[in-house]
């Protein structure tokens, strides 16, 4: 049971935009900033969000993400068949002293 | 271009111990925060370990007490020591650099069986 919810799949068309919701607390996403993460099949997780709304360099602006209390939402616009991937929120929890991640979301491109 | 290359993995039985590794270029050890985060196979991400550039360490709870976090200056490399594994330590083991886990290695797979 991960400490952020996330729901466990997405999908969409191309050409969609389909968003990702994060649900923690006021230990975890209330006091903090939250990150997204992208992992391709097979690979390493990689760096897409951080602190809540900036994008790394290199990350298309067809991604976005936005905080809002306890909540967190990734949002992919103009969908295309190469965003399938598991999606991760992340965040520093004060009561737990570490990171926590969602469980994942598994975007699936129709 | 930050690199960071996980070794050290493999197959280990139940109660034992292993060491993994995290050969680090582009950032040093020292001033950035290190991470270790872990998949168990088909399962999701679950952070395990940080050491700050301060030196101060924070663990899991699932792995406090067994696992220890460590940094070679000289060699800039980031080092897990894990200690009486378990069955449900198997897992793909990743080092992240940075407070936002900004940059990560590929992993290397450790696996706790009999």
């Known amino acids: 049971q991960s400490v952020l919810t996330q729901p466990p799949s997405a999908s969409g068309t191309p050409g969609q935009r389909v968003t990702i919701s994060c649900s923690g607390s006021s230990s975890n996403i209330g006091g903090n900033t939250v990150n997204w993460y992208q992992q391709l099949p097979g690979m390493a997780p990689k760096l897409l969000i951080y602190s809540n709304t900036l994008r790394p360099s290199g990350v298309p602006d067809r991604f976005s993400g936005s905080k809002s209390g306890t909540s967190a939402s990734l949002a992919i616009s103009g969908l295309q068949s190469e965003a399938e991937a598991d999606y991760y929120c992340a965040t520093w929890d004060d009561s737990l002293n570490g990171w926590v991640f969602g469980g994942g979301t598994k975007l699936t491109v129709l | 271009e930050v690199l960071l290359v996980e070794t050290g993995g493999g197959l280990i039985q139940p109660g034992g111990s292993l060491r993994v590794s995290c050969a680090v270029s582009?950032?040093?050890?020292?001033?950035?925060?290190m991470s270790w985060v872990r998949q168990a196979p088909g399962k999701g991400l679950e952070w395990v370990s940080l050491?700050?550039?301060?030196?101060?360490?924070y663990y899991a709870d699932s792995v406090k007490g067994r696992f220890t976090i460590s940094r070679d200056n000289s060699k800039n490399t980031l080092y897990l020591q894990m200690n009486s594994l378990r069955a449900e330590d198997t897992a793909v083991y990743y080092c992240a650099s940075g407070e936002i886990l900004d940059y990560w290695g590929q992993g290397t797979l450790v696996t706790v069986s009999s």
């Open positions: 582009g950032v040093t050890v020292t001033s950035n925060s």
């Open positions: 050491i700050f550039s301060g030196g101060n360490t």
